[in-house]
Nanobody, 119 residues
Framework: QVRVVESGGGLVRPGESLRLSCTVSASRFRLYAMGWYRQAPAGQRDLVAR???????NYADSMKGRFTISTDNAKTTVYLQMNSLEPEDTAVYSC?????????????WGQGTQVTVAS
C-alpha cells in the first residue's frame, strides 16, 4: 500500500514564503513522478507543479517564477518552495505520486495541507 503524506502548511502574510514537503513510502515502489495540486474554497483541484524522476518540471503559469519544486536524493520526498505568496494562493495543497509496483501502475494522493495567506 502506498502512503503519501504532506506537511508544511500554515498561515503566512502576503509576500512571505513557505515550504511544503511530501513523502511517499511503499514496498517495491518505483516512482516516476510527483506533483503538487491545490484546491481553493469552492474551486477545483488544479496543477501547481510536477517533477519527473529525470528532473523535468512543469509549472502552472501563475506559479512559474515564484514556486520551485524539487526532490531529495532518494527521490521519495518532494518539496514545494513558495515565495511571494498572495491571498489568491490560499488553498488546500495536495501531493500526487505516480509510479509502479511490479507491473501495476500506482497513482495516489495525500490528504492535503492547508495554506492560508492573509494579513
Amino acid at each position: 500500500q502506498v502512503r503519501v503524506v504532506e506537511s508544511g502548511g500554515g498561515l503566512v502574510r502576503p509576500g512571505e514564503s513557505l515550504r511544503l514537503s511530501c513523502t511517499v513510502s511503499a514496498s517495491r515502489f518505483r516512482l516516476y513522478a510527483m506533483g503538487w495540486y491545490r484546491q481553493a474554497p469552492a474551486g477545483q483541484r488544479d496543477l501547481v507543479a510536477r517533477i519527473t524522476i529525470d528532473g523535468d518540471t512543469n509549472y502552472a503559469d501563475s506559479m512559474k517564477g515564484r514556486f520551485t519544486i524539487s526532490t531529495d536524493n532518494a527521490k521519495t520526498t518532494v518539496y514545494l518552495q513558495m515565495n511571494s505568496l498572495e491571498p489568491e494562493d490560499t488553498a488546500v495543497y495536495s501531493c500526487h505520486a505516480e509510479g509502479n509496483i511490479g507491473d501495476a501502475v500506482v497513482d495516489d494522493w495525500g490528504q492535503g495541507t492547508q495554506v492560508t495567506v492573509a494579513s
